[in-house]
């Protein structure tokens, strides 16, 4: 078939649907996603719907969307995969997307393994789906595969982008049956995400953004998750990843702006899991005509504006469960309900300041006895400023501006020994001669200025200093400088 009959195709079922919802969900799609009023964005997870136009179970299939649809009311639909199984594939691509259609949801797709082995292909879907209302994904030329693009959501109030939603494809099967059933995704896709990553990272005073990425293969990674007690959910079968390791999840681990990866695939899986920092999710399978002992349903993800926190659980007829909130282990009010008052303070510009000492040193109490042999200020921590390589030590001073009330964790990781001390309270200790090592700290603090003091020595052979922080609001980072100010 070609584009103008798909053409034809449209302007039948434009009538079908009627006017009124063709242009309502033309405004919704106009290439703006924003969080709500109240500072959220939903979006229900539809995944392994193996829909057969010819099957009696369809209505089964499109009672449990809509549903879905109508208890939830998500702000975005994305469809992960395995999608319209059975031939006639054109038919059961506009039977499904007409629920969407007439619920007036907008829908993003990205492709499974089953979705082009019978007529149509990968690309012609896309043809098809862009002619569609509703539809926001793109082919995304120029990559491996067909469906990878991005739809940012921005702010409640204003137009700087809050949050990132990327769609991949997963391929289907590797040329080679030597190196698995399943294939992956290939390198050219990964160094897209990594440069669009940089570019919203960018964008945002080189601060990551909240993001989250859907696809229909699971990761080998989905294995690390198995067992572990903050694991939610069930695990039926096996994890039918490919089984070679393309680097994907490394490269989110290193950007660290993806807070969860969202999958289908194995439809007897509908656990969440997370390892190194990233949720790893199965969605609940929704096809009456796939395989699978679940209760058909759907995964509801809901963000929250300017927060690297999502809620997740799963909905079904019988009603909602296997709740998650990320991260498990997030920083809350309940572990230390007394916040630091901020300071008032002016005539502040951007800054550290810091003393510099040399000498042998076992302690960074010490310092407070040794002589300072030069002070001065830098644009942000640094011990470049150190005139040899051991034996020296640096007291840095500064104003940490805080941007919003809450729980925040510092971290130091030095070669020898740190200190971090804010507005006179010990946050982290990781004193005394020893290798690199890392440790950790919290404290709750009010929005607005606070007294920022770390004292660092090194003794002999290698030296090495990071400071960084996180909130539910700013994803572990090294501390940036337009955070620190002087007088």
């Given at each position: 078939?070609?584009?103008?009959?798909?053409?034809?195709?449209?302007?039948?079922?434009?009538?079908?649907?009627?006017?009124?919802?063709?242009?309502?969900?033309?405004?919704q799609?106009?290439?703006?996603?924003?969080?709500?009023?109240?500072?959220?964005?939903?979006?229900?997870?539809?995944?392994?719907?193996?829909?057969?136009?010819?099957?009696?179970?369809?209505?089964?299939?499109?009672?449990?969307?809509?549903?879905?649809?109508?208890?939830?009311?998500?702000?975005?639909?994305?469809?992960?995969?395995?999608?319209?199984?059975?031939?006639?594939?054109?038919?059961?691509w506009?039977?499904?997307?007409?629920?969407?259609?007439?619920?007036?949801?907008?829908?993003?797709?990205?492709?499974?393994?089953?979705?082009?082995?019978?007529?149509?292909?990968?690309?012609?879907?896309?043809?098809?789906?862009?002619?569609?209302?509703?539809?926001?994904?793109?082919?995304?030329?120029?990559?491996?595969?067909?469906?990878?693009?991005?739809?940012?959501?921005?702010?409640?109030?204003?137009?700087?982008v809050a949050?990132?939603?990327?769609?991949?494809?997963?391929?289907?099967?590797?040329?080679?049956?030597?190196?698995?059933?399943?294939?992956?995704?290939?390198?050219?896709?990964?160094?897209?995400?990594?440069?669009?990553?940089?570019?919203?990272?960018?964008?945002?005073?080189?601060?990551?953004?909240?993001?989250?990425?859907?696809?229909?293969?699971?990761?080998?990674?989905?294995?690390?998750?198995?067992?572990?007690?903050?694991?939610?959910?069930?695990?039926?079968?096996?994890?039918?990843?490919?089984?070679?390791?393309?680097?994907?999840?490394?490269?989110?681990?290193?950007?660290?702006?993806?807070?969860?990866?969202?999958?289908g695939?194995?439809?007897?899986?509908?656990?969440?899991?997370?390892?190194?920092?990233?949720?790893?999710?199965?969605g609940q399978?929704?096809?009456?005509?796939?395989?699978?002992k679940?209760?058909?349903?759907?995964?509801?993800?809901?963000?929250h504006?300017?927060?690297f926190?999502?809620?997740?659980?799963?909905?079904?007829?019988?009603?909602?469960?296997?709740?998650?909130?990320?991260?498990?282990?997030s920083?809350?009010?309940?572990?230390?309900?007394?916040?630091?008052?901020?300071?008032?303070?002016?005539?502040?510009?951007?800054?550290?300041?810091?003393?510099?000492?040399?000498?042998?040193?076992?302690?960074?109490?010490?310092?407070?006895?040794?002589?300072?042999?030069?002070?001065?200020?830098?644009?942000?921590?640094?011990?470049?400023?150190?005139?040899?390589?051991?034996?020296?030590?640096?007291?840095?001073?500064?104003?940490?501006?805080?941007?919003?009330?809450?729980?925040?964790?510092?971290?130091?990781?030095?070669?020898?020994?740190?200190?971090?001390?804010?507005?006179?309270k010990?946050?982290?200790?990781?004193?005394?001669?020893?290798?690199?090592?890392?440790?950790?700290?919290?404290?709750?603090?009010?929005?607005?200025?606070?007294?920022?003091?770390?004292?660092y020595?090194?003794?002999?052979?290698?030296?090495?200093?990071?400071?960084?922080?996180?909130?539910?609001?700013?994803?572990?980072?090294?501390?940036p400088?337009?955070?620190?100010?002087?007088?």
């Open positions: 078939m070609k584009i103008n009959n798909i053409n034809r195709i449209l302007i039948l079922f434009t009538m079908a649907i009627g006017l009124n919802a063709f242009q309502n969900l033309a405004a799609t106009s290439g703006k996603f924003k969080f709500r009023k109240d500072h959220t964005f939903k979006i229900a997870q539809f995944t392994d719907i193996h829909w057969n136009n010819n099957s009696p179970k369809c209505a089964q299939t499109a009672e449990i969307i809509r549903h879905v649809l109508a208890t939830e009311k998500p702000d975005l639909a994305i469809l992960t995969g395995d999608i319209v199984t059975d031939l006639p594939e054109k038919e059961g506009i039977a499904v997307t007409k629920i969407f259609m007439d619920a007036k949801i907008p829908f993003a797709v990205t492709l499974g393994n089953h979705d082009s082995e019978r007529e149509i292909k990968r690309d012609y879907i896309f043809e098809l789906l862009k002619t569609l209302p509703g539809f926001v994904g793109e082919k995304g030329a120029g990559l491996f595969g067909c469906g990878n693009y991005t739809i940012p959501v921005k702010g409640s109030d204003t137009e700087s949050a990132v939603l990327y769609c991949l494809d997963s391929n289907d099967y590797p040329k080679d049956k030597r190196i698995g059933s399943y294939d992956w995704i290939k390198f050219d896709q990964i160094e897209w995400y990594r440069k669009t990553s940089d570019r919203f990272t960018a964008l945002n005073k080189k601060m990551v953004v909240p993001s989250l990425m859907f696809f229909h293969i699971p990761l080998i990674e989905f294995n690390n998750v198995i067992g572990k007690p903050t694991t939610v959910g069930i695990k039926n079968e096996a994890v039918a990843s490919s089984e070679i390791n393309s680097g994907m999840f490394a490269s989110l681990v290193e950007k660290r702006d993806v807070m969860g990866l969202f999958v695939h194995d439809h007897d899986n509908n656990y969440i899991g997370v390892d190194h920092d990233i949720a790893l999710a199965y399978a929704t096809g009456y005509d796939a395989y699978g679940f209760e058909r349903g759907s995964r509801i993800i809901e963000l504006e300017g927060e926190t999502f809620n997740t659980w799963i909905r079904t007829n019988s009603g909602k469960s296997d709740k998650f909130e990320f991260p498990t282990s920083k809350s009010a309940d572990k230390n309900p007394f916040y630091i008052p901020a300071t008032k303070v002016a005539g502040l510009k951007p800054g550290v300041t810091f003393n510099y000492y040399q000498g042998s040193f076992t302690s960074t109490a010490e310092l407070a006895t040794a002589t300072i042999l030069k002070t001065g200020t830098l644009k942000n921590i640094s011990i470049e400023p150190a005139a040899v390589q051991d034996s020296f030590a640096f007291e840095f001073k500064a104003w940490l501006k805080i941007p919003k009330k809450g729980v925040y964790g510092f971290y130091t990781y030095s070669d020898d020994g740190s200190k971090l001390v804010i507005d006179g010990e946050v982290v200790n990781n004193d005394g001669p020893h290798d690199g090592k890392r440790a950790d700290g919290e404290i709750a603090l009010d929005e607005g200025f606070h007294q920022f003091r770390l004292l020595f090194e003794g002999d052979s290698s030296n090495e200093l990071e400071v960084g922080f996180s909130s539910v609001s700013i994803r572990e980072c090294k501390i400088e337009w955070f620190l100010f002087t007088k």
